[in-house]
């Protein structure tokens, strides 16, 4: 079992940063790819970003690059998603979720265990 749990989420203006935190449970984080998704009101999730076990690929969805960026420590059970240049679409719960397989996936249904979310709100 996998518990995620994560946090650093807010209310921020246009233009601003926030940097999310996913903390996992379990000593095989370092094997897992794990990834961001997010879901905004009335839409469904969608993938933001990925990055595999050892952190050496990332891939990011076309709305979100070059503003966001994944990353991860392995020695903290951690993976991060640093935003930038926010913007109001970007508003949503975010979710991390991991991947046992430790790959970079962009589908939803890869992802065996998710977290509860963290809501991000972007003002105009």
């Known amino acids: 079992q996998v518990q995620l749990v994560e946090s650093g989420g807010g209310l921020v203006q246009a233009g601003g940063s926030l940097r999310l935190s996913c903390a996992a449970s379990?000593?095989?984080?370092?094997?897992?790819?794990m990834g961001w998704f997010r879901q905004a009101p009335g839409k469904e999730r969608e993938f933001v970003a990925a990055?595999?076990?050892?952190?050496?690929?990332?891939v990011y969805a076309d709305s979100v690059k070059g503003r966001f960026t994944i990353s991860r420590d392995n020695a903290k059970n951690t993976v991060y998603l640093q935003m930038n240049s926010l913007k109001p679409e970007d508003t949503a719960i975010y979710y991390c979720?991991?991947?046992?397989?430790?790959?970079?996936?962009?589908?939803?249904?890869?992802?065996?265990?998710w977290g509860q979310g963290t809501q991000v709100t972007v003002s105009s």
């Open positions: 979720a991991a991947d046992l397989g430790g790959s970079t996936w962009a589908s939803i249904s890869e992802y065996e265990y």
């Open positions: 990055i595999n076990w050892s952190g050496g690929t990332r």
């Open positions: 379990g000593r095989a984080f370092s094997n897992y790819g």
